[in-house]
């Protein structure tokens, strides 16, 4: 099924931002003039974005009962200056994104959690994901705590798009940013999570959150480079069942990738599925700007690298979702199309072929005449 991929038109592939209509106008509608992108007339994106109404950015998505939800975060245009912890990303609640098919009309839901409602979170309510056990939604998602410590929560809901109820405390044991939670055939769910830099897994190196530690990572480019967390779920999906563990990622000699190896090594946004058996685990690298893979025989790993999924996007970050529907896979990620600002991003969807021996095809993100 070497189908060409799907091109979603939510404006003319030949940007011109104002015609996009938006009830949150775009960041370069109101920005000031030395704030404003440069034109782009004739640049051309292989997808256009699912929703302008606001700005949304790392997509989880998921099917369930044949509808396709999407779980991302809200990107709002803070005052907060640009550095590299990310504290100009001030999202603080969630929205969820529907549709029956992929390219068909996108439903925005109202808000389904807001900062204000998590007893111990303070700002910051960066990428989040969801499963579903029984009757039950479980929305989970990083927020900076009162002494400014990322941890993972996790809300509830009877409906896929809420509104969810969140627990009191966050999740035991949990630290950093960035939950994927994936349920493998036997029904035992995992959570991965981590990223560096602004994600803070340099700063709980020890299991103690350590506000004075790194910046960056390790700072030891000939080391093995910080890993991802994974750690099985309870059976009732709200704390870990396990102390978290590495997810260790080996290059074609069975070594762990090294923190210097900047176009391979792990920074964030963890995706975990199964194709043909195998384990995929994906990521981003962060300052490289790549979405890359590795393939494993165990939820638990250890993954051999095999390959980038997306080239990198316009706009600083890029974090996406990979998802099977009525026999063909989608990948969901985001850029920086209606903004031209790191921090106000769009998600977008593109299809995604596999190679007969079970490796990806790159997807560059523009289209090349």
Same mark, same amino acid.
């Given at each position: 099924m070497n189908r060409p991929p799907l091109r979603l038109l939510a404006c003319s592939v030949l940007v011109v931002l104002a015609a996009c209509s938006s009830k949150e106008p775009p960041a370069a509608a109101g920005a000031s003039a030395d704030q404003q992108p440069p034109a782009k007339a004739t640049r051309q994106y292989l997808s256009q974005p699912l929703v302008s109404e606001i700005y949304t950015a790392d997509p989880s998505a998921h099917i369930w009962d044949g509808k396709i939800y999407v779980y991302p975060s809200?990107?709002?245009?803070?005052t907060t200056p640009e550095d590299d912890l990310g504290a100009h990303f001030e999202m603080r609640d969630?929205?969820? %994104?529907?549709?029956?098919?992929i390219g068909g009309p996108v439903t925005l839901h109202p808000v389904a959690l807001d900062v /204000?409602? *998590? #007893?111990?979170?303070?700002?910051?309510?960066?990428? #989040?994901?969801?499963?579903?056990?029984?009757?039950?939604?479980?929305l989970y998602f990083p927020a900076k705590d009162k002494q400014g410590a990322f941890r993972i929560g996790v809300a509830t809901s009877k409906s896929p798009t809420g509104p969810f109820e969140p627990r009191p405390e966050?999740?035991?044991?949990?630290?950093?940013?960035?939950?994927?939670?994936?349920?493998?055939?036997?029904g035992r769910t995992y959570m991965y999570f981590g990223g560096?830099?602004?994600g803070q897994l340099q700063r709980n190196t020890t299991g103690t959150y350590d506000p004075n530690g790194s910046k960056t990572d390790l700072q030891a480019d000939d080391q093995p480079a910080l890993s991802a967390k994974v750690a099985m779920l309870t059976g009732d999906m709200l704390e870990f069942a396990e102390k978290p563990r590495d997810v260790v990622i080996l290059d074609e000699n069975d070594k762990p990738l090294l923190?210097?190896?900047?176009?391979r090594r792990f920074f964030e946004a963890s995706w975990m599925?199964?194709?043909? =058996?195998? $384990?995929?685990? /994906?990521? /981003?690298?962060?300052?490289?700007? $790549?979405i890359v893979y590795a393939i494993g025989d165990s939820p638990y790993g250890p993954f051999k690298y095999a390959g980038?999924? %997306?080239? #990198? *996007?316009? =706009?600083?970050?890029?974090?996406?979702?990979? *998802?099977? /529907?009525?026999?063909r896979w989608w990948l969901f990620y985001a850029d920086s199309q209606l903004s031209g600002q790191t921090r106000l991003r769009n998600v977008k969807v593109t299809e995604l072929f596999y190679n007969p021996d079970g490796t990806i095809k790159t997807i560059d993100p523009f289209v090349h005449e």
């Open positions: 809200h990107d709002i245009d803070g969630y929205r969820i %994104l529907s549709m029956d098919e /204000s409602q *998590v #007893p111990w979170a303070d700002k910051q309510m960066w990428a #989040p994901d969801a499963a579903r056990k029984n009757d039950t939604y479980f966050p999740i035991k044991g949990s630290f950093s940013i960035d939950p994927a939670v994936f349920t493998d055939a036997d560096i830099w602004g923190g210097g190896d900047h176009d599925h199964k194709y043909n =058996g195998k $384990y995929y685990f /994906s990521y /981003s690298t962060g300052d490289t700007h $790549y980038r999924i %997306l080239e #990198p *996007v316009e =706009g600083w970050t890029t974090h996406h979702s990979i *998802v099977e /529907s009525d026999g």
